[in-house]
């Protein structure tokens, strides 16, 4: 059975960091690309990094480039998202997606099959 678990969400303050973790079971990890998305109260949920199987590329929400850095371990089956210069506009529930890999990244959410239960991040100003 497919699974991703998030850890590491968080009340932090405003500019401080949180560093997400998003763990892979049950599917081939280094053959999936692997996005984070988030959804806030009353708002749809909105890509905000992804990164492809291997890793060298990403892709990212202009709200977040120069703040936040997407990672992955295919050793551990676990992908990262670290959270630096965190504004109370980030305050959400984050989830990781994973989707069969492809020539190109996607960061329409509706391209990812299998998703995680998802962590909570606020930030308080």
């Known amino acids: 059975q497919v699974r991703l678990v998030e850890s590491g969400g968080g009340l932090v303050q405003a500019g401080g960091s949180l560093r997400l973790s998003c763990a892979g079971s049950?599917?081939?990890?280094?053959?999936?690309?692997m996005g984070w998305f988030r959804q806030a109260p009353g708002e749809e949920r909105e890509f905000v990094a992804a990164?492809?199987?291997?890793?060298?590329?990403?892709s990212y929400a202009d709200s977040v480039k120069g703040r936040f850095t997407i990672s992955r371990d295919n050793a551990k089956n676990t992908v990262y998202l670290q959270m630096n210069g965190l504004k109370p506009e980030d305050t959400a529930v984050y989830y990781c997606?994973?989707?069969?890999?492809?020539?190109?990244?996607?960061?329409?959410?509706?391209?990812?099959?299998?998703w995680g239960q998802g962590t909570q991040v606020t930030v308080s100003s």
């Open positions: 997606a994973a989707r069969w890999f492809r020539a190109t990244l996607t960061m329409n959410r509706n391209d990812y099959g299998t």
């Open positions: 049950g599917m081939p990890f280094v053959r999936y690309d």
């Open positions: 990164i492809s199987w291997s890793g060298g590329s990403n």
